[in-house]
């Protein structure tokens, strides 16, 4: 039996979908940050047969595995503790990763 009160409780998992939240916007803008250094120019198109990619791999692909690696524990946290407005937050910010995705591979 827990001996917090309930109101308590909430407010920290508020809190910490909240920090959690932030932390995946700031992510998801560094991440794009990182790797638009890797995309080519519309203007050497043909011109340069390699683009700065796995230096950009190397900086920008640690962001998105450790922000992946939390969104799968936050999410299992979510399912555990059946909250359900935490999922949509959650699914919201999956939705974002998957547009930075989608935005990135698109200048490659």
Do not use: C
Request: hydrophobic fraction near 60%; aromatic fraction near 12%.
């Amino acid at each position: 039996m827990s001996t917090t009160p309930i109101g308590r409780a909430s407010r920290s998992v508020m809190a910490l979908n909240f920090t959690l939240m932030f932390a995946n916007a700031v992510g998801i803008a560094s991440y794009l940050a990182l790797a638009s250094r890797g995309w080519r120019m519309p203007q050497e198109h043909g011109a340069v047969p390699v683009t700065g990619e796995p230096f950009v791999w190397v900086l920008a692909l640690p962001v998105l595995g450790v922000l992946f690696l939390t969104d799968a524990v936050w999410g299992v946290m979510l399912l555990h503790n059946k909250e359900w407005k935490g999922r949509l937050w959650w699914a919201l910010i999956a939705a974002l990763w998957l547009v930075a995705l989608v935005v990135d591979f698109s200048h490659h």
